[in-house]
């Protein structure tokens, strides 16, 4: 089941529950797909009391629910999903010091899961050919650039748009089925004060 949309955080007490590094952490995992906590204690190797506390906190703060129930060898098992696909605060709650730690950790989390993938990821995903001089199939780089803030956030926006171009239309497609890859981009973009700036073109 595929989530999407915003959840406004309301109050400082839900701002609280996520802005633990571990909830980031459960919160980020949940976002993506529904786990039992048994599945997420195994995910991020911690004890399931742990794990159960944690995960009745973010739900005691509806940032996760409940999305069905499974029973198995006589005990029932929870699957837990987050509310949405994004989380901001309201407007009274900033500026926050418990909003930019946790906003930092998800950064932290993202760049985790991206080399988690990259380690896991076939032989093939690497491996060059002369096909790589007139086709690349893969890409890693790291830009510094100058601008303003609207600059940046129109990026963003292209970037959105270009992938529903590319990739969004292909969900639909049956005669694409067959020959579909799974590819995997990680986009990390903040502002940096590092004076040393290389423009690339």
């Keep these: 089941m595929d ?19 571990l909830r980031t952490k459960i ?7 529904e ?56 407007e009274h709650l900033l500026p926050s010091e418990d ?12 760049v985790e899961a991206t080399r988690s993938k990259i380690l896991k990821a076939p032989a093939e995903s690497f491996a060059l050919s002369r ?22 956030t129109a990026f963003l926006q292209d970037f959105k748009d270009l992938l529903h171009k590319h990739f969004g239309s292909l969900k639909e497609s049956p005669e694409a089925s067959g020959r579909t890859k799974s590819y995997y981009i990680s986009l990390i973009g903040f502002q940096d004060n590092d004076e040393d700036i290389t423009f690339s073109k």
């Excluded at 989530?3 to 590094?21: F, S």
């Excluded at 911690?46 to 499974?70: D, S």
């Excluded at 909003?99 to 993202?110: D, N």
């Design 131 to 152: 096909s790589n001089e007139l086709l690349r199939k893969n890409i890693a780089a790291a830009y510094a650039l100058q601008g303003d803030e609207e600059n940046f």
């Design 35 to 90: 786990y039992t906590g048994q599945q997420l204690a195994e995910l991020l190797d911690i004890t399931r009391n742990n794990i159960y506390f944690h995960l009745k906190e973010l739900e005691k703060h509806q940032v996760i629910h409940v999305v069905r129930k499974e029973e198995k060898n006589g005990i029932v098992q929870k699957y837990y999903r987050a509310v949405a696909s994004r989380f901001i605060p309201d």
């Design 27 to 33: 919160l980020m995992n949940l976002v993506k797909k």
């Design 3 to 21: 989530i999407t949309g915003v959840y406004r955080i309301q109050t400082h007490e839900q701002l609280k529950a996520i802005a633990d590094p």
């Design 99 to 110: 909003l930019i730690e946790t906003s930092r950790q998800v950064f932290m989390e993202t």
